[in-house]
Nanobody, 111 residues
Framework: QVQLVESGGGLVQAGGSLRLPCAAS???????TIWYRHAPGKVREFVAT????????YYADSVKGRFTISRDNGNNTVYLQMEKLKPEDTAIYYC?????WGQGTQVTVSS
């Protein structure tokens, strides 16, 4: 069993920054860690992913150049660094690994 725990969400003004850790516990399993977000009234949206084997990163166009996904293997943690936040980034952010999902963390960006 794998547990994923997101944290780091909160309320921030437009233009601000947040860092969201996604900490994994339990047995180590291979797979790409993916961040999604879900805003009220909208469909769930892919945000970013980092590959298991080579640590390659991919981003949604809406966050490219502002968000950075990274991995700390020693701590079994994947980070989503968010810069230049916009009100449209407001959502619950989830990390996933294979079929496992975290509980999500709320990010609210005020204008």
């Amino acid at each position: 069993q794998v547990q994923l725990v997101e944290s780091g969400g909160g309320l921030v003004q437009a233009g601000g920054s947040l860092r969201l850790p996604c900490a994994a516990s339990g047995r180590a399993i291979p797979g790409n860690t993916i961040w999604y977000r879900h805003a009220p009234g909208k469909v769930r949206e892919f945000v970013a992913t980092i590959t298991w084997s080579r640590g390659q990163t991919y981003y949604a166009d809406s966050v490219k150049g502002r968000f950075t996904i990274s991995r700390d293997n020693g701590n079994n943690t994947v980070y989503l660094q968010m810069e230049k936040l916009k009100p449209e980034d407001t959502a619950i952010y989830y990390c996933t690994l294979q079929q496992f999902w975290g509980q999500g963390t709320q990010v609210t960006v005020s204008s």
